[in-house]
């Protein structure tokens, strides 16, 4: 079946950086667009970035553009995001998903706290 987990949760002072990881399985991940969503206390869920399956193009939400990186290793059917300079407002749970027959499946989260 369909799995993705995430990784790379952390407590980081604003201005750091933190990089998270979502390993995929139950599907052949080089075929398949992946993204990134967050979720904060009390908001909806966001959207946060894109990555196409075999060109690599990327789309990021406003809010992280410049900010945040997505990438892909398909070789390790992991999905990245990189986030730099970070902001107490990027505090949040981050998911990675993945639509399949247009099924959505989701990890668990991974809690992202930026504090001072």
């Known amino acids: 079946q369909v799995q993705l987990v995430e990784s790379g949760r952390g407590l980081v002072q604003p201005g750091g950086s933190l990089r998270l990881s979502c390993i995929a399985s139950g599907f052949t991940f080089s075929s398949y667009a992946m993204s990134w969503y967050r979720q904060a206390p009390g908001k909806e869920r966001e959207w946060v970035a894109s990555i196409t399956a075999t060109s690599g193009n990327t789309l990021y939400a406003n809010s992280v553009k410049d900010r945040f990186t997505i990438y892909r290793a398909n070789a390790g059917n992991t999905v990245y995001l990189q986030m730099n300079s970070l902001k107490p407002e990027d505090t949040a749970v981050y998911c990675c998903?993945?639509?399949?027959?247009?099924?959505?499946?989701w990890g668990q989260g991974t809690q992202v706290t930026v504090s001072s």
């Open positions: 998903k993945v639509v399949i027959s247009r099924r959505h499946y």
